[in-house]
């Protein structure tokens, strides 16, 4: 099938909460709230039109190269050859997850971009390699491999060499990707998971806070090593 035959796409991601316990991370959880995308590439109209509802709709900005879910798309697509977007493309997106705190809204972002792109390539990426396009982008593994797969999982991510690293994007110099520009493929098995089963009856309710943390800034607080006894009792919670 030709890249701009028309059809339609219905896209869903889970937020997700991590850090569970002693699993700083490692442990995350998908929960039953979801960002939503309605794809389209249509006979006629604009090259592209992105809407957006629900939380962040006065902030997300909704040009291809600057929206994370659309950035993200267009890394995938790069990173297979395909240096320009189906069109025209319709893409309305529904985001009932908070921004910027706990719930994994960069993460499911980035699920949602990975499939978006998989799907308008037609690259047909098994899970296994769509997680390793989300650890390209979000480079701790647990909010993004619970959205991905579902459920309660365990994640780490590998060290990578750094030879594997060379011209490849991570988040931040993701952020420059140009439409036109083509990108090297992510190492393969850049994350390790498991599924945990997970009992029915217990309930997750998720307070939010009235204020936003990026985790970048979060995550700069922290130092870099912990005293054995802090681990210890770290365990036990
Ligand atoms: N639906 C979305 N569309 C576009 N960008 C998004 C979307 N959701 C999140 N983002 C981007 O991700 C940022 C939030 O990511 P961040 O990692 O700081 O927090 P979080 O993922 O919500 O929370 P946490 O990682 O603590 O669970 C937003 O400020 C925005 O830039
Ligand atoms: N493990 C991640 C979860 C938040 O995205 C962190 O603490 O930064």
């Not at 977007?85 to 719930?103: D, F, S």
């Not at 390793?132 to 994640?155: K, Q």
């Not at 098995?189 to 009856?201: R, S």
Request: hydrophobic residues 40%.
């Amino acid at each position: 099938m030709d890249m701009n035959t028309p059809r339609k796409y219905h896209i869903k991601s889970p937020c997700s909460t991590a850090n569970i316990g002693p699993g700083f991370d490692v442990l995350g959880i998908s929960l039953s709230l979801y960002l939503t995308l309605d794809v389209e590439i249509l006979k006629e109209g604009p090259a592209f039109e992105m809407t957006y509802s629900g939380e962040g709709a006065t902030d997300v900005p909704l040009t291809p190269e600057q929206n994370l879910i659309t950035k993200t798309a267009l890394y995938v697509l790069s990173a297979n050859g395909i240096s320009e977007l189906p069109q025209p493309l319709k893409i309305h997106v529904h985001n009932p997850i908070p921004l910027g705190r706990g719930l994994g809204s960069s993460g499911a972002a980035v699920v949602s971009g990975v499939l978006l792109g998989n799907a308008l390539g037609q690259l047909n990426l098994d899970r296994n390699r769509l997680l390793d396009y989300c650890l390209m982008i979000e480079r701790h593994p647990d909010n993004v491999a619970a959205a991905l797969m579902g459920g309660f999982v365990a994640s780490y991510l590998r060290e990578l060499d750094p030879k594997d690293m060379e011209g490849v994007p991570a988040s931040e110099s993701l952020l420059d990707i140009a439409l036109s520009q083509q990108v090297p493929q992510p190492p393969r098995g850049i994350g390790h998971y498991v599924n945990l089963g997970w009992a029915k009856e217990i309930k997750c309710i998720a307070i939010v806070p009235q204020f936003q943390v990026a985790t970048a800034k979060a995550r700069a607080v922290l130092p870099t090593e912990y005293v054995r006894q802090d681990v210890v009792s770290n365990l036990f919670f």
